[in-house]
């Protein structure tokens, strides 16, 4: 079992604690740049909002980008496994 590290993170100018498992910190801090990238990018775009707005703009974006991938991994995945049956079968018959 990995030991879990701490780390101090910071999201839209605010400092968090968390503690992750070590093999993921630096998925953890990639996460994290993306994050802040996309408010940046955010208040540049729609100025005049709080820090807020920005951080659930974000939190819109990222969950769309989650949902789109794995609406593009369901069906390859069907077809692996559709592929790695019919692989069987042919061996079977060999």
Known sequence: MSELVPLNIIIADRTY???TNSSDEEHVRKTVK???DKV?????????????????M????YAT???AQATEIGP?????SALFSLEEQ???ML
Do not use: C, H, P
């Not at 940046?40 to 659930?56: I, N």
């Open 34 to 36: 993306l994050i802040n």
């Open 65 to 67: 980008q989650s949902a």
């Open 76 to 80: 390859a995945s069907e077809i692996s």
């Open 17 to 19: 604690r968390i503690k």
């Open 40 to 56: 940046l990018e955010f208040k540049t775009q729609f100025a005049g909002k709080d820090m807020q707005d920005y951080v659930a």
């Open 90 to 92: 042919i061996d079977r």
């Open 58 to 61: 974000v939190m819109i974006w």
